[in-house]
């Protein structure tokens, strides 16, 4: 009884350092494979911050209203958040990999999807980007132009422009992912839909003396007392 | 290059290249029938796009000098006759309360935060008190100067966001100066001169200043 437990024991450690014996290399390749990451994610983080830097990207972001938002959310300048995201896309990429040399299948099969959707993710990311641009880019070119025409409500005309082309953003990253594409699609265009309905609505009904007072602005009745009641109103630049 | 950059490119690069300069009185103004009814937010973009491009183009030139000369004046010198003109102050005035505080945000990404407190400060004052100061007006337009070489924002909405300022600086020159002599108001025109060429170095600082470094 005694020799059986002990020669039982005997097998189960044995299998077990083997087992050990075989996963260590393993282990020791998935270590590896991650500190290797990590200082190659860190060049390139440094490589990317002089890129950004090389072709003024602080500049631009400025210039399209990126770094106000960002300074305004706490976060780094936009180079430094993009170099940022580099690296650590690029060592959750070595991460991957580490845990794929582990020879898990399971792992193996879930590290392989999620390669396939990086491309897509990236896209999205760029789609996102670009569109923060246009939107605080559009958004302030609206605020100055209804200003400078006096018209009533220019931060909501700009916040409207902006809502407009974030939403139509954040429609195309979640549709570049492909995630509840038709439910994205639907929403979209539910909610654009009834934004423009609302909109021609409240226009019509409740903006008709706006819209006589606009016209009345676009095409001016060559009556010399209106000429001279705008001439009252504006300082000539000449 | 519009016309009044084309002026303005002309005289700065004759200065720029040492050529003689005097001035001359040559009569009131005459525009081109298609200058007039232009809107001020164009002209202003034209007009003040053009000084602070001719100001990045030749600041080798002036960052190093200090000072000023009088020039030599030829032909007979007259006072221009002024057509009176009836201004809406009340509607200019309101416009402009209502136009920064929807540019604040904007504003905020140009102006220093005590230039902009100051203009805050103005436009709480009564219309009958409405006064921007040389002082405080110098110090916008070298704001808007540093701001459009270090490219704060677009050039061309850093532009536009002039104009209201620019239409409270004459108001509250008009308030000022309603019944003043035209020979007062020449006066009061070299005063002015002499606040932009006393915050010189204001302006130098904050032009070679790092873009939104010391803000």
Redesign the interface.
């Known amino acids: 009884m005694k020799d059986v437990v002990l020669r039982s024991l005997n097998e189960t450690f044995g299998k077990f350092g083997d087992m050990l014996l075989q996963f260590l290399p393993h282990l020791l390749v998935m270590l590896i494979i991650f500190v290797v990451g990590w200082f190659v994610a860190i060049v390139l983080k440094f490589l990317t911050r002089r890129i950004f830097a090389f072709v003024s990207v602080?500049?631009l972001s400025?210039?399209?209203?990126i770094s106000?938002i960002l300074s305004k959310a706490d976060l780094p300048p936009a180079g430094e958040l993009f170099s940022s995201l580099v690296f650590w896309v690029v060592w959750f990429g070595f991460l991957l990999i580490g845990v794929d040399a582990l020879g898990v299948p399971e792992l193996q099969l879930e590290v392989g999807k999620f390669f396939l959707f990086l491309p897509q993710i990236f896209v999205a990311l760029l789609v996102l980007f670009g569109g923060l641009l246009a939107a605080n880019?559009f958004s302030?070119?609206a605020?100055?132009?209804?200003?400078?025409a006096?018209l009533?409500s220019?931060?909501a005309i700009s916040g409207f422009v902006r809502f407009i082309i974030i939403l139509l953003t954040v429609a195309m990253a979640l549709e570049q992912i492909a995630l509840a594409r038709s439910t994205v699609l639907i929403t979209f265009a539910i909610a654009f839909g009834a934004i423009m309905l609302a909109l021609a609505i409240a226009f019509g009904s409740g903006g008709r003396d706006a819209a006589h007072r606009m016209l009345d602005r676009m095409f001016p009745p060559p009556e010399p007392q209106k000429e001279?009641?705008a001439?009252?109103?504006?300082?000539?630049?000449? | 290059m519009t016309t009044y950059g084309l002026e303005l490119w002309m005289t700065t690069t004759a200065v720029v290249d040492g050529f003689k300069m005097s001035e001359s009185f040559l009569g009131p103004r005459i525009?081109p029938a298609a200058?007039?009814g232009?809107?001020?937010?164009?002209?202003?973009r034209q007009v003040v796009g053009a000084l602070f491009k001719c100001l990045e183009m030749h600041e080798s030139y002036w960052l190093q000098r200090t000072g000023s000369e009088a020039l030599p004046t030829f032909g007979f010198q007259y006072d221009v006759a002024l057509e009176p003109l009836?201004?809406?102050m009340k509607?200019?005035l309101d416009?402009f309360r209502?136009?920064v505080e929807?540019?604040v945000?904007?504003l905020?990404?140009i102006l220093t935060p005590a230039t902009l407190a100051d203009i805050q400060k103005m436009v709480a004052l009564p219309d009958r008190q409405f006064r921007c100061p040389d002082e405080l007006w110098v110090k916008t337009i070298y704001e808007f100067a540093a701001a459009y070489h270090h490219?704060?924002?677009?050039r061309d909405?850093l532009l536009?966001?002039l104009?209201?300022l620019y239409?409270a600086r004459?108001?509250s020159f008009i308030l000022e100066n309603a019944k003043a002599p035209v020979a007062k108001l020449d006066e009061r025109f070299d005063e002015l001169g002499q606040v932009f060429e006393s915050q010189k170095p204001y302006l130098i600082d904050r032009w070679s200043a790092k873009?939104?470094g010391d803000r």
């Open positions: 602080s500049r400025k210039d399209a209203g106000q880019f302030r070119a605020l100055l132009a209804a200003v400078n006096n009533p220019a931060r001279e009641r001439k009252q109103e504006e300082i000539s630049p000449l | 525009q200058q007039f232009q809107d001020l937010t164009g002209t202003i009836k201004l809406n509607s200019i416009n209502s136009n929807q540019l945000p904007v905020e990404s490219s704060a924002i677009n909405h536009q966001a104009t209201p239409r004459v108001s873009a939104g």
